[in-house]
């Protein structure tokens, strides 16, 4: 059962490393494997295949362990999660684990593993970050849609960056940038912009091709995610935080002198009434508002401290062939 193979147009002379993060996709696993071998085998000097299993239910453990038997595929590294997490977290487990030149990260069911050499052309030319997305996406619901479109609005309004067309999911990383964002104290959480945002020379490209299977996302876990991502990746909130305490130290100095040109100009006021009421309603309000983004920052700050480690591999095994392996003991010998 090893890798099929095919005539390939390109050759790419380094180490290639693809990342895919699978679940419950027991009966389309080695299909799908399979597939990315044919084209892996031919195409570059020499590769690994990361799986991460995040947290499967149905038999793909068992699966997986089949095929990186003695009579399975070759050079494939297998990570199996403890507990479901959200897609860049999961593929940045095997981000971190892989010994590349380059990585590439693919989402099997919707992006096309064919659309790669083009992909890796734009990386040998120079470019540390190659971006790819799949204009024909999985159909999801109205009102995840709704909250994604209005995600969107806000990231790009706090940082400038359209994730779905800037920063799509499907990538390829030099070593150099994954070494850069291992630097960063949250990984997991930057993964996703950082490559986008860090000034590394990057190419945006586009294809379209029917997704292979239906994947639909929960939109509660969508908005913790999106979440997080607001708090932790800008300043913004914060400096919201600012700017509303400046508005209220401008609008008591305005407010003062209102009082002060009530206090010349109007005579049958009751004393201290308008003032008060007007002091108390005004100044409740921006304080609600500050610790409402206050709130929102203790929040992050005590799931950093209090949840632990992102994630937990609870097994690991590789294929039993390993490929560069076996070239370590070849001797080439000129005539």
Do not use: C
């Amino acid at each position: 059962m090893g890798a099929p193979k095919q005539d390939s147009a390109v050759f790419f002379p380094f180490f290639l490393s693809i990342v895919m993060v699978v679940r419950n996709q027991a009966t389309h696993l080695e299909k799908i494997l399979s597939e990315t071998l044919s084209i892996l085998s031919p195409s570059v000097k020499d590769y690994e295949l990361i799986i991460i299993d995040n947290a499967s239910t149905d038999e793909s453990i068992t699966l997986l362990k089949k095929l990186t038997g003695e009579k399975g595929f070759p050079n494939l590294q297998v990570y199996a999660l403890t507990k479901e997490v959200d897609a860049d977290t999961a593929a940045w487990v095997g981000l971190e684990n892989a010994l590349g030149d380059f990585t590439a990260v693919i989402d099997p069911l919707i992006d096309d593993i064919h659309f790669l050499p083009t992909m890796l052309e734009k990386a040998i030319n120079g470019a540390d970050v190659v971006f790819a997305t799949n204009e024909q996406r999985p159909k999801q619901s109205f009102a995840y849609q709704s909250a994604l479109a209005i995600f969107v609005l806000l990231y790009k309004w706090f940082n400038g960056i359209h994730l779905a067309k800037d920063a799509p999911q499907y990538r390829v990383l030099s070593k150099r940038v994954i070494n850069f964002i291992l630097k960063h104290p949250q990984p997991t959480l930057t993964y996703r912009h950082l490559p986008a945002s860090a000034g590394f020379a990057r190419i945006n490209l586009t294809y379209k091709i029917e997704p292979k299977l239906p994947s639909k996302k929960r939109l509660g876990d969508s908005i913790d995610r999106g979440m997080r991502l607001l708090v932790s990746t800008t300043r913004l909130p914060m400096r919201l935080v600012t700017w509303l305490s400046l508005f209220g130290t401008i609008a008591n100095l305005f407010y003062s002198a209102y009082v002060i040109a009530i206090g010349f100009f109007k005579m049958h006021v009751a004393s201290g009434w308008i003032s008060l009421s007007l002091q108390q309603s005004g100044m409740f309000f921006l304080i609600s508002l500050v610790l409402f983004v206050l709130s929102e920052y203790i929040l992050h700050m005590t799931s950093l401290s209090s949840e632990g480690p992102q994630y937990h591999i609870g097994q690991e095994f590789t294929s039993a062939r390993m490929i560069r392996r076996e070239k370590l003991n070849i001797e080439e010998v000129s005539q």
